[in-house]
């Protein structure tokens, strides 16, 4: 059985390219355009890893993090946030909710990504 990953971003052009990505890479992938759509779809999916935008409209990531983690049901599943947002603060707030890991997109290898997410995951 595949992993399954999470996409919760508002970049519908990321949000392609990631899944089209991590699709080739054997992951069984689903997406969200918003944190609230990406709450609604954690439930559903029951996704092993998300990979969480921190800026978006509405609900944010750092929002949609903090209600993931305090959920007993969803607390295990590891997150990684993708943001533009390269403050050091920034890092700190999303690790101090429970991130396990903290990209900044400007600075994204995909290759890296992978390996990170792979590293995350339990081993098949």
Not at 10 to 20: A, K, T
Not at 29 to 43: H, I, R, Y
Not at 65 to 76: E, M, Q
Not at 100 to 118: A, F, H, M, P, T
């Amino acid at each position: 059985m595949s992993a399954k990953i999470l996409i919760i971003d508002d970049d519908e052009q990321l949000i392609n390219v990631h899944s089209m990505i991590f699709s080739t890479e054997g992951f069984e992938v689903a997406t969200a355009p918003d944190g609230q759509a990406g709450l609604n779809k954690v439930s559903e999916f029951m996704p092993d890893l998300i990979l969480l935008d921190a800026m978006m409209p509405g609900f944010s990531g750092f929002d949609t993090l903090a209600a993931i983690k305090s959920n007993s049901d969803y607390a295990g599943i590891k997150v990684v946030m993708l943001t533009a947002l390269s403050d050091e603060k920034m890092k700190e707030r999303a690790m101090s909710l429970g991130a396990n890991d903290y990209i900044v997109k400007s600075q994204l290898n995909v290759i890296e990504l992978i390996k990170k997410i792979r590293s995350l995951l339990p081993s098949e």
